[in-house]
Protein backbone atom coordinates (compact mmCIF):
# COMPACT_ATOMS: atom_id res chain seq x y z
CA UNK A 1 0.00 0.00 0.00
CA UNK A 2 3.11 2.60 0.54
CA UNK A 3 4.55 1.43 -2.73
CA UNK A 4 1.13 2.05 -4.91
CA UNK A 5 0.98 5.91 -2.35
CA UNK A 6 4.73 6.65 -3.06
CA UNK A 7 4.14 5.63 -7.14
CA UNK A 8 0.68 7.65 -6.82
CA UNK A 9 2.79 10.78 -5.43
CA UNK A 10 5.70 10.32 -7.67
CA UNK A 11 3.21 10.44 -10.45
CA UNK A 12 1.86 13.45 -9.76
CA UNK A 13 5.11 15.49 -9.33
CA UNK A 14 5.89 14.46 -12.77
CA UNK A 15 2.83 15.35 -14.21
CA UNK A 16 3.24 18.95 -12.20
CA UNK A 17 6.59 19.04 -13.56
CA UNK A 18 5.46 18.40 -17.35
CA UNK A 19 2.40 20.31 -17.28
CA UNK A 20 4.97 23.13 -16.18
CA UNK A 21 7.39 22.71 -18.90
CA UNK A 22 4.55 22.17 -21.36
CA UNK A 23 3.19 25.85 -20.03
CA UNK A 24 6.31 27.42 -20.02
CA UNK A 25 7.28 30.31 -22.61
CA UNK A 26 8.52 29.32 -26.05
CA UNK A 27 11.01 32.16 -25.55
CA UNK A 28 12.52 30.67 -22.34
CA UNK A 29 14.16 28.13 -24.44
CA UNK A 30 14.69 29.56 -28.08
CA UNK A 31 17.69 30.91 -27.93
CA UNK A 32 19.53 27.92 -25.52
CA UNK A 33 20.74 24.69 -27.58
CA UNK A 34 19.77 22.18 -24.83
CA UNK A 35 17.08 21.43 -22.62
CA UNK A 36 16.92 22.72 -19.33
CA UNK A 37 16.26 19.84 -16.76
CA UNK A 38 16.83 19.43 -12.82
CA UNK A 39 16.88 16.51 -10.46
CA UNK A 40 13.72 15.20 -7.90
CA UNK A 41 14.29 13.08 -4.69
CA UNK A 42 13.51 10.14 -6.62
CA UNK A 43 16.63 10.66 -9.14
CA UNK A 44 14.37 11.51 -11.94
CA UNK A 45 15.97 13.93 -14.63
CA UNK A 46 13.04 16.23 -14.74
CA UNK A 47 12.35 19.80 -17.23
CA UNK A 48 13.16 22.71 -15.24
CA UNK A 49 13.39 26.24 -16.21
CA UNK A 50 16.72 27.89 -17.64
CA UNK A 51 18.83 29.08 -14.67
CA UNK A 52 21.62 30.93 -16.83
CA UNK A 53 21.48 31.85 -20.40
CA UNK A 54 24.61 32.78 -22.36
CA UNK A 55 25.49 36.24 -22.62
CA UNK A 56 28.27 36.27 -25.34
CA UNK A 57 31.15 34.44 -26.58
CA UNK A 58 34.70 36.08 -26.70
CA UNK A 59 36.86 35.27 -29.50
CA UNK A 60 40.89 35.87 -29.37
CA UNK A 61 39.59 39.19 -31.46
CA UNK A 62 37.19 40.32 -29.04
CA UNK A 63 39.81 39.50 -26.21
CA UNK A 64 42.25 42.03 -27.54
CA UNK A 65 44.45 40.01 -28.56
CA UNK A 66 45.84 41.00 -31.74
CA UNK A 67 47.97 43.62 -29.85
CA UNK A 68 50.47 41.06 -28.90
CA UNK A 69 51.14 41.26 -32.54
CA UNK A 70 51.22 44.62 -33.56
CA UNK A 71 54.31 46.67 -33.03
CA UNK A 72 52.37 50.20 -32.23
CA UNK A 73 51.04 48.18 -29.08
CA UNK A 74 52.40 48.39 -25.53
CA UNK A 75 51.56 44.98 -25.43
CA UNK A 76 53.42 43.88 -28.51
CA UNK A 77 55.29 40.13 -28.73
CA UNK A 78 56.09 39.29 -32.17
CA UNK A 79 54.41 39.71 -35.41
CA UNK A 80 54.26 36.16 -35.13
CA UNK A 81 52.32 35.78 -31.84
CA UNK A 82 48.89 34.09 -32.44
CA UNK A 83 45.66 36.84 -31.82
CA UNK A 84 43.69 33.87 -30.76
CA UNK A 85 43.85 31.27 -27.50
CA UNK A 86 45.49 27.90 -28.24
CA UNK A 87 43.96 25.04 -26.06
CA UNK A 88 43.70 27.21 -23.11
CA UNK A 89 43.62 24.51 -19.23
CA UNK A 90 42.41 27.30 -16.83
CA UNK A 91 41.40 30.63 -15.78
CA UNK A 92 41.90 32.67 -12.64
CA UNK A 93 39.22 35.37 -10.99
CA UNK A 94 41.10 37.69 -9.00
CA UNK A 95 38.98 39.72 -7.14
CA UNK A 96 36.34 40.31 -10.10
CA UNK A 97 38.03 42.99 -11.54
CA UNK A 98 40.67 40.88 -13.77
CA UNK A 99 40.65 37.50 -15.44
CA UNK A 100 44.24 35.36 -15.87
CA UNK A 101 44.63 32.71 -18.97
CA UNK A 102 46.61 30.03 -19.14
CA UNK A 103 46.88 29.51 -23.01
CA UNK A 104 48.51 26.64 -22.53
CA UNK A 105 48.80 25.88 -26.99
CA UNK A 106 50.70 29.32 -26.90
CA UNK A 107 52.96 29.25 -24.06
CA UNK A 108 52.00 32.21 -22.08
CA UNK A 109 49.50 33.81 -19.62
CA UNK A 110 47.23 36.30 -20.50
CA UNK A 111 45.83 38.90 -18.49
CA UNK A 112 42.29 40.72 -18.92
CA UNK A 113 40.29 43.85 -17.52
CA UNK A 114 36.83 43.42 -16.32
CA UNK A 115 35.33 43.82 -19.51
CA UNK A 116 37.58 40.76 -20.84
CA UNK A 117 39.94 43.13 -22.89
CA UNK A 118 44.37 42.23 -22.52
CA UNK A 119 45.57 44.48 -20.29
CA UNK A 120 48.89 42.31 -20.24
CA UNK A 121 50.51 38.89 -21.86
CA UNK A 122 53.40 37.49 -20.06
CA UNK A 123 55.81 34.64 -21.55
CA UNK A 124 57.79 34.00 -19.23
CA UNK A 125 59.56 35.06 -16.03
CA UNK A 126 62.23 37.20 -15.56
CA UNK A 127 65.30 35.23 -13.50
CA UNK A 128 67.24 32.58 -12.76
CA UNK A 129 65.66 29.62 -13.28
CA UNK A 130 66.61 25.97 -11.96
CA UNK A 131 65.34 23.68 -14.39
CA UNK A 132 68.12 23.17 -16.41
CA UNK A 133 68.06 23.20 -20.02
CA UNK A 134 65.15 25.76 -20.02
CA UNK A 135 64.22 27.35 -22.88
CA UNK A 136 65.04 31.33 -22.87
CA UNK A 137 64.87 34.68 -23.98
CA UNK A 138 67.39 36.49 -23.13
CA UNK A 139 67.02 36.93 -18.70
CA UNK A 140 63.30 35.31 -19.03
CA UNK A 141 62.72 32.09 -19.22
CA UNK A 142 59.97 30.93 -21.09
CA UNK A 143 56.83 28.98 -19.88
CA UNK A 144 56.24 25.86 -21.37
CA UNK A 145 52.82 24.76 -21.41
CA UNK A 146 51.55 26.20 -18.76
CA UNK A 147 48.12 24.66 -17.49
CA UNK A 148 47.08 26.24 -14.51
CA UNK A 149 47.35 29.06 -12.76
CA UNK A 150 46.34 31.41 -9.28
CA UNK A 151 46.77 34.80 -8.61
CA UNK A 152 46.72 36.79 -5.09
CA UNK A 153 47.74 39.74 -3.08
CA UNK A 154 51.12 38.42 -1.12
CA UNK A 155 50.01 38.52 2.41
CA UNK A 156 53.84 39.37 2.93
CA UNK A 157 54.91 41.27 0.05
CA UNK A 158 51.99 43.10 -0.67
CA UNK A 159 52.16 42.58 -4.39
CA UNK A 160 50.06 41.30 -7.07
CA UNK A 161 51.83 37.36 -6.98
CA UNK A 162 50.76 34.95 -9.98
CA UNK A 163 51.63 30.78 -8.92
CA UNK A 164 51.69 28.87 -12.61
CA UNK A 165 51.77 25.51 -13.15
CA UNK A 166 54.30 25.03 -16.12
CA UNK A 167 53.76 22.22 -17.10
CA UNK A 168 56.26 21.35 -19.49
CA UNK A 169 59.28 22.86 -17.61
CA UNK A 170 58.41 20.64 -14.48
CA UNK A 171 58.30 23.25 -12.20
CA UNK A 172 55.16 25.84 -10.58
CA UNK A 173 56.51 29.23 -10.71
CA UNK A 174 55.82 32.07 -8.00
CA UNK A 175 56.46 35.22 -9.90
CA UNK A 176 55.67 39.37 -9.22
CA UNK A 177 53.81 41.36 -11.73
CA UNK A 178 56.06 43.87 -12.66
CA UNK A 179 54.62 45.43 -15.80
CA UNK A 180 51.92 44.54 -18.07
CA UNK A 181 54.76 42.26 -19.78
CA UNK A 182 56.99 41.26 -17.32
CA UNK A 183 56.78 38.95 -14.40
CA UNK A 184 59.93 38.58 -11.75
CA UNK A 185 60.60 35.00 -10.45
CA UNK A 186 60.38 35.20 -6.77
CA UNK A 187 60.13 31.00 -6.16
CA UNK A 188 60.18 27.85 -8.38
CA UNK A 189 58.47 24.86 -6.64
CA UNK A 190 60.15 21.40 -7.95
CA UNK A 191 60.36 18.11 -8.37
CA UNK A 192 61.07 16.69 -4.35
CA UNK A 193 63.88 14.89 -3.87
CA UNK A 194 62.95 13.01 -0.90
CA UNK A 195 62.10 9.52 -0.59
CA UNK A 196 58.30 10.27 0.33
CA UNK A 197 58.19 11.61 -3.17
CA UNK A 198 58.31 8.07 -5.82
CA UNK A 199 56.67 9.40 -8.93
CA UNK A 200 59.83 9.89 -11.75
CA UNK A 201 58.04 12.45 -13.35
CA UNK A 202 56.97 16.21 -11.84
CA UNK A 203 54.23 17.93 -13.93
CA UNK A 204 52.25 20.49 -12.24
CA UNK A 205 49.03 20.72 -13.77
CA UNK A 206 47.03 22.77 -11.56
CA UNK A 207 48.25 24.98 -8.55
CA UNK A 208 46.63 26.94 -5.66
CA UNK A 209 47.47 28.90 -2.49
CA UNK A 210 46.77 28.96 0.98
CA UNK A 211 46.56 31.94 3.44
CA UNK A 212 49.81 30.89 4.57
CA UNK A 213 51.50 30.74 1.50
CA UNK A 214 51.72 27.56 0.92
CA UNK A 215 51.68 26.04 -2.44
CA UNK A 216 49.32 22.93 -3.68
CA UNK A 217 49.82 21.35 -6.97
CA UNK A 218 48.00 18.77 -8.65
CA UNK A 219 51.18 16.72 -10.33
CA UNK A 220 50.34 14.03 -13.34
CA UNK A 221 50.81 10.78 -12.14
CA UNK A 222 50.36 11.65 -8.80
CA UNK A 223 47.17 9.87 -7.25
CA UNK A 224 48.97 10.39 -3.41
CA UNK A 225 46.85 13.60 -3.03
CA UNK A 226 48.35 17.33 -4.48
CA UNK A 227 51.75 17.93 -3.58
CA UNK A 228 52.49 20.65 -1.16
CA UNK A 229 55.13 23.06 -0.89
CA UNK A 230 55.98 25.93 1.97
CA UNK A 231 56.23 29.28 0.69
CA UNK A 232 60.24 29.19 0.43
CA UNK A 233 60.16 25.83 -1.93
CA UNK A 234 60.31 22.90 0.62
CA UNK A 235 58.18 19.63 0.08
CA UNK A 236 55.92 18.82 2.67
CA UNK A 237 54.02 15.66 1.98
CA UNK A 238 50.58 15.26 -0.32
CA UNK A 239 47.72 16.68 0.81
CA UNK A 240 43.91 14.74 0.66
CA UNK A 241 44.58 11.37 -1.33
CA UNK A 242 41.18 10.24 -2.62
CA UNK A 243 40.30 7.04 -1.44
CA UNK A 244 40.34 3.48 -3.25
CA UNK A 245 36.46 2.96 -4.36
CA UNK A 246 35.29 0.04 -2.50
CA UNK A 247 33.89 -2.58 -5.48
CA UNK A 248 33.52 -6.26 -5.25
CA UNK A 249 36.52 -6.52 -7.56
CA UNK A 250 38.45 -5.05 -4.28
CA UNK A 251 36.64 -6.45 -1.69
CA UNK A 252 37.04 -10.35 -3.00
CA UNK A 253 41.14 -9.35 -4.27
CA UNK A 254 41.43 -7.89 -0.42
CA UNK A 255 40.52 -10.96 1.25
CA UNK A 256 42.65 -13.25 -1.57
CA UNK A 257 45.51 -11.74 -0.30
CA UNK A 258 45.31 -13.10 2.89
CA UNK A 259 45.39 -16.51 1.49
CA UNK A 260 47.63 -15.63 -1.96
CA UNK A 261 51.46 -17.07 -2.25
CA UNK A 262 53.64 -13.99 -2.59
CA UNK A 263 54.16 -14.82 -6.40
CA UNK A 264 50.14 -14.60 -6.63
CA UNK A 265 50.57 -11.36 -5.04
CA UNK A 266 52.94 -9.90 -7.06
CA UNK A 267 50.58 -10.71 -10.21
CA UNK A 268 47.85 -8.91 -8.98
CA UNK A 269 46.47 -5.39 -10.17
CA UNK A 270 47.17 -2.95 -7.58
CA UNK A 271 43.62 -1.17 -6.41
CA UNK A 272 45.11 2.54 -5.83
CA UNK A 273 42.63 5.74 -5.59
CA UNK A 274 42.49 7.73 -8.67
CA UNK A 275 44.04 12.00 -9.30
CA UNK A 276 42.51 14.98 -9.21
CA UNK A 277 41.50 16.23 -12.13
CA UNK A 278 41.58 19.89 -10.66
CA UNK A 279 41.01 21.88 -7.27
CA UNK A 280 40.11 25.54 -5.90
CA UNK A 281 40.09 26.80 -2.58
CA UNK A 282 37.31 29.20 -1.07
CA UNK A 283 37.71 32.33 0.77
CA UNK A 284 37.79 30.18 4.08
CA UNK A 285 40.65 27.96 3.31
CA UNK A 286 38.72 24.57 2.19
CA UNK A 287 40.12 23.10 -0.74
CA UNK A 288 37.79 21.68 -3.12
CA UNK A 289 38.75 18.86 -5.45
CA UNK A 290 36.91 16.48 -8.76
CA UNK A 291 38.24 13.54 -10.13
CA UNK A 292 37.22 12.87 -13.52
CA UNK A 293 36.84 9.32 -13.14
CA UNK A 294 33.91 8.03 -13.20
CA UNK A 295 33.31 7.22 -9.32
CA UNK A 296 30.98 7.45 -6.68
CA UNK A 297 33.91 7.65 -4.05
CA UNK A 298 35.64 11.22 -3.62
CA UNK A 299 34.24 12.93 -6.84
CA UNK A 300 33.72 16.25 -5.36
CA UNK A 301 35.17 16.90 -2.02
CA UNK A 302 35.13 19.69 0.20
CA UNK A 303 38.85 19.29 2.19
CA UNK A 304 39.73 21.03 5.65
CA UNK A 305 43.36 21.90 6.67
CA UNK A 306 43.70 18.81 8.06
CA UNK A 307 43.14 17.25 4.83
CA UNK A 308 40.12 15.91 5.70
CA UNK A 309 36.41 15.03 2.95
CA UNK A 310 33.73 17.18 5.38
CA UNK A 311 31.77 15.78 2.73
CA UNK A 312 32.22 11.89 3.56
CA UNK A 313 29.65 9.36 2.48
CA UNK A 314 31.00 6.95 4.79
CA UNK A 315 29.03 8.62 8.17
CA UNK A 316 26.08 8.56 6.89
CA UNK A 317 25.75 11.71 4.15
CA UNK A 318 24.85 11.29 0.89
CA UNK A 319 26.10 13.78 -1.88
CA UNK A 320 25.91 13.39 -5.62
CA UNK A 321 27.55 15.43 -8.26
CA UNK A 322 27.06 15.36 -12.43
CA UNK A 323 24.05 13.19 -13.85
CA UNK A 324 22.70 10.84 -11.32
CA UNK A 325 23.00 7.75 -13.36
CA UNK A 326 25.63 6.46 -15.61
CA UNK A 327 25.14 6.43 -19.38
CA UNK A 328 23.15 10.12 -20.38
CA UNK A 329 21.57 10.68 -23.72
CA UNK A 330 22.03 14.49 -24.51
CA UNK A 331 19.80 15.68 -27.22
CA UNK A 332 21.94 18.61 -28.70
CA UNK A 333 24.33 15.42 -29.93
CA UNK A 334 22.41 12.40 -30.02
CA UNK A 335 25.03 11.10 -28.01
CA UNK A 336 25.48 9.16 -24.59
CA UNK A 337 27.77 10.12 -22.06
CA UNK A 338 28.90 9.54 -18.55
CA UNK A 339 29.82 12.23 -16.19
CA UNK A 340 33.59 13.39 -16.04
CA UNK A 341 33.95 15.90 -13.56
CA UNK A 342 36.77 18.26 -14.96
CA UNK A 343 36.47 21.51 -13.22
CA UNK A 344 35.04 23.40 -10.05
CA UNK A 345 34.88 27.00 -8.81
CA UNK A 346 33.71 28.07 -5.71
CA UNK A 347 32.49 31.18 -5.71
CA UNK A 348 32.40 33.91 -2.52
CA UNK A 349 28.98 33.51 -1.93
CA UNK A 350 29.52 29.75 -1.44
CA UNK A 351 27.84 28.74 -4.54
CA UNK A 352 29.48 25.43 -6.00
CA UNK A 353 30.34 25.09 -10.04
CA UNK A 354 31.57 21.37 -11.32
CA UNK A 355 31.97 21.59 -15.36
CA UNK A 356 31.60 17.79 -16.60
CA UNK A 357 34.22 17.49 -19.47
CA UNK A 358 31.84 14.90 -21.27
CA UNK A 359 28.14 16.54 -21.67
CA UNK A 360 29.41 20.06 -21.57
CA UNK A 361 27.24 21.09 -18.75
CA UNK A 362 27.39 23.13 -15.43
CA UNK A 363 26.50 21.85 -12.53
CA UNK A 364 25.58 24.40 -10.09
CA UNK A 365 24.75 23.54 -6.16
CA UNK A 366 24.47 25.67 -3.05
CA UNK A 367 26.66 25.25 -0.15
CA UNK A 368 24.54 22.34 1.32
CA UNK A 369 25.22 20.59 -2.06
CA UNK A 370 21.72 20.97 -3.17
CA UNK A 371 21.53 20.93 -6.90
CA UNK A 372 20.54 24.55 -7.84
CA UNK A 373 20.43 24.32 -12.00
CA UNK A 374 21.95 22.42 -15.20
CA UNK A 375 22.97 24.95 -17.83
CA UNK A 376 25.27 23.97 -20.85
CA UNK A 377 25.88 21.47 -23.07
CA UNK A 378 28.68 20.08 -25.71
CA UNK A 379 28.45 19.64 -29.04
CA UNK A 380 31.53 19.61 -31.11
CA UNK A 381 29.83 19.57 -34.48
CA UNK A 382 27.84 23.21 -34.42
CA UNK A 383 29.49 26.67 -33.09
CA UNK A 384 26.46 27.57 -31.38
CA UNK A 385 26.80 29.74 -28.15
CA UNK A 386 26.27 27.95 -25.09
CA UNK A 387 28.06 24.66 -26.93
CA UNK A 388 31.09 23.32 -25.89
CA UNK A 389 33.71 21.06 -27.90
CA UNK A 390 36.22 20.62 -25.13
CA UNK A 391 35.19 22.55 -21.93
CA UNK A 392 38.24 22.65 -20.32
CA UNK A 393 37.68 25.17 -17.25
CA UNK A 394 35.01 26.95 -15.42
CA UNK A 395 34.76 30.13 -13.24
CA UNK A 396 32.91 32.91 -11.41
CA UNK A 397 33.14 36.23 -12.16
CA UNK A 398 30.82 39.03 -10.40
CA UNK A 399 27.34 37.50 -10.86
CA UNK A 400 28.04 35.23 -13.71
CA UNK A 401 29.57 31.75 -14.26
CA UNK A 402 32.15 31.80 -17.07
CA UNK A 403 33.32 28.86 -18.99
CA UNK A 404 36.65 28.54 -21.02
CA UNK A 405 36.81 26.43 -24.45
CA UNK A 406 40.16 24.72 -25.71
CA UNK A 407 39.60 22.36 -28.56
CA UNK A 408 42.02 22.79 -31.13
CA UNK A 409 39.66 24.35 -33.48
CA UNK A 410 37.26 26.26 -31.11
CA UNK A 411 39.02 28.43 -28.55
CA UNK A 412 36.85 31.33 -26.49
CA UNK A 413 35.07 32.19 -23.09
CA UNK A 414 31.70 31.91 -22.88
CA UNK A 415 29.99 34.31 -19.98
CA UNK A 416 26.41 32.54 -19.02
CA UNK A 417 24.20 35.22 -16.93
CA UNK A 418 20.99 34.33 -14.49
CA UNK A 419 17.68 34.56 -15.88
CA UNK A 420 15.08 36.29 -13.71
CA UNK A 421 14.17 32.39 -12.69
CA UNK A 422 18.34 32.05 -11.57
CA UNK A 423 17.96 35.31 -10.01
CA UNK A 424 15.29 33.71 -7.49
CA UNK A 425 16.75 30.43 -7.33
CA UNK A 426 19.93 32.11 -5.79
CA UNK A 427 17.77 34.50 -3.42
CA UNK A 428 15.59 31.63 -1.85
CA UNK A 429 18.75 29.60 -1.78
CA UNK A 430 20.47 32.32 0.49
CA UNK A 431 17.80 32.44 2.40
CA UNK A 432 17.17 28.79 3.05
CA UNK A 433 21.14 27.89 4.01
CA UNK A 434 21.10 30.56 6.23
CA UNK A 435 17.93 29.03 8.06
CA UNK A 436 15.98 32.02 7.13
CA UNK A 437 13.14 30.00 5.64
CA UNK A 438 9.58 32.33 5.96
CA UNK A 439 12.41 34.69 4.24
CA UNK A 440 12.80 32.50 1.47
CA UNK A 441 9.62 31.52 1.46
CA UNK A 442 8.69 34.52 -1.42
CA UNK A 443 11.48 33.67 -3.58
CA UNK A 444 10.22 29.76 -3.55
CA UNK A 445 6.73 31.53 -4.61
CA UNK A 446 8.27 32.84 -8.16
CA UNK A 447 10.36 29.85 -8.38
CA UNK A 448 7.02 27.96 -8.09
CA UNK A 449 5.01 30.08 -11.10
CA UNK A 450 8.35 29.25 -13.46
CA UNK A 451 8.72 25.92 -12.35
CA UNK A 452 5.62 23.82 -10.38
CA UNK A 453 8.04 20.67 -10.49
CA UNK A 454 10.96 22.43 -8.70
CA UNK A 455 11.52 20.19 -5.79
CA UNK A 456 13.45 22.43 -3.56
CA UNK A 457 10.65 25.08 -3.78
CA UNK A 458 8.53 22.75 -2.28
CA UNK A 459 10.88 21.92 0.68
CA UNK A 460 11.40 25.22 1.17
CA UNK A 461 7.55 26.19 1.66
CA UNK A 462 7.54 23.60 3.78
CA UNK A 463 9.39 24.58 6.13
CA UNK A 464 8.49 28.15 5.94
CA UNK A 465 4.96 26.69 6.90
CA UNK A 466 6.72 24.51 9.46
CA UNK A 467 8.39 28.29 10.84
CA UNK A 468 4.71 29.58 10.90
CA UNK A 469 2.65 26.43 12.51
CA UNK A 470 1.21 25.56 8.99
CA UNK A 471 1.63 21.96 9.26
CA UNK A 472 -1.25 20.89 7.36
CA UNK A 473 0.48 22.56 4.30
CA UNK A 474 3.51 21.75 5.15
CA UNK A 475 2.60 18.61 5.02
CA UNK A 476 1.25 18.84 1.30
CA UNK A 477 4.37 19.90 0.61
CA UNK A 478 7.13 17.62 1.82
CA UNK A 479 4.68 14.75 0.34
CA UNK A 480 4.91 16.88 -3.41
CA UNK A 481 8.83 17.13 -2.68
CA UNK A 482 9.26 13.33 -1.18
CA UNK A 483 10.94 14.84 1.47
CA UNK A 484 10.46 12.20 4.03
CA UNK A 485 12.38 13.12 7.12
CA UNK A 486 10.53 16.47 6.64
CA UNK A 487 7.30 15.07 6.41
CA UNK A 488 7.70 12.89 9.71
CA UNK A 489 8.49 15.86 11.39
CA UNK A 490 5.93 18.09 10.15
CA UNK A 491 3.32 14.74 11.06
CA UNK A 492 4.61 14.75 14.65
CA UNK A 493 4.00 18.23 14.78
CA UNK A 494 0.61 18.50 13.36
CA UNK A 495 -0.45 15.49 15.48
CA UNK A 496 1.01 17.38 18.50
CA UNK A 497 -1.12 20.39 17.13
CA UNK A 498 -4.19 18.17 17.00
CA UNK A 499 -4.05 16.75 20.11
CA UNK A 500 -3.50 20.29 21.97
CA UNK A 501 -6.03 21.63 19.57
CA UNK A 502 -8.73 18.81 20.68
CA UNK A 503 -7.78 17.66 24.28
CA UNK A 504 -10.99 19.10 25.75
CA UNK A 505 -13.24 16.78 23.61
CA UNK A 506 -10.55 14.15 24.09
CA UNK A 507 -11.14 13.85 27.60
CA UNK A 508 -14.86 14.10 27.33
CA UNK A 509 -14.98 11.11 25.44
CA UNK A 510 -12.75 9.20 27.42
CA UNK A 511 -14.81 9.88 30.30
CA UNK A 512 -18.01 9.29 28.49
CA UNK A 513 -16.28 5.81 27.50
CA UNK A 514 -15.20 5.36 31.26
CA UNK A 515 -18.84 5.75 32.28
CA UNK A 516 -19.97 3.49 29.21
CA UNK A 517 -17.85 0.72 30.62
CA UNK A 518 -18.64 1.45 34.57
CA UNK A 519 -22.38 1.21 33.51
CA UNK A 520 -22.00 -1.85 31.04
CA UNK A 521 -20.31 -3.21 33.78
CA UNK A 522 -23.06 -2.85 36.71
CA UNK A 523 -26.21 -3.72 34.02
CA UNK A 524 -24.30 -6.62 33.50
CA UNK A 525 -24.05 -7.86 36.92
CA UNK A 526 -27.18 -7.01 37.74
CA UNK A 527 -28.09 -8.51 34.75
CA UNK A 528 -26.95 -11.60 35.94
CA UNK A 529 -28.52 -11.24 39.50
CA UNK A 530 -31.91 -10.74 38.05
CA UNK A 531 -31.04 -13.99 36.07
CA UNK A 532 -29.84 -15.85 39.38
CA UNK A 533 -33.04 -15.00 40.75
CA UNK A 534 -35.81 -16.00 38.34
CA UNK A 535 -33.60 -19.27 38.20
CA UNK A 536 -33.92 -19.50 41.91
CA UNK A 537 -37.16 -18.84 41.88
CA UNK A 538 -38.44 -21.51 39.14
CA UNK A 539 -36.52 -23.71 40.90
Not at 318 to 332: C, K, L, N
Not at 427 to 438: I, R
Request: negative net charge; glycine residues 6%; charged residues 25%.
Amino acid sequence: MNGLKTSVRKLLSLSLAACTALTMSVTAFADEPYESYSYDNWDTAIPSQVGYTVKKTLTGSDLGLAQIKDPESPLFYSEEASSSLSEARDFYNYEDKEIWVADTGNNRILRLDENFRLIGRYYGVTGQSEVEAIETDGDMSLFKSPQGLYVTTSPTTGRLTVYIADYDNARVVRAEVESETELSLVQEYLKPEEALYTSKTFNPKKVVVDYAENVYAVVSSVNTGSVQFKADGTFTGFYGANRVEVTAKVIAQKLWRKIASNEQIEGMSRNVPVEYANFDIDHEGFIYTVTEVSTDTDAVKKINPAGYNVWDNVVGDEYTFGDHTDAVWDMASNKTYSTKLTDIAVGDDGIINVLDFETGRVFQYDRLCNLICIFGTKNSAADQRGTFSNPNAVETFKDNVIVLEGSKTRNDITIFEKTKFGENLHKAFEYYDAGLYVEAAPYWEEVIKRDGGYTYAHIGLGKADLKNNNYKSALERFEIANDKDSYDKAFEYYREEWLRENFNAIIVVIVVLIVLVIVKKILKKKGIRLIKKKKKEAE
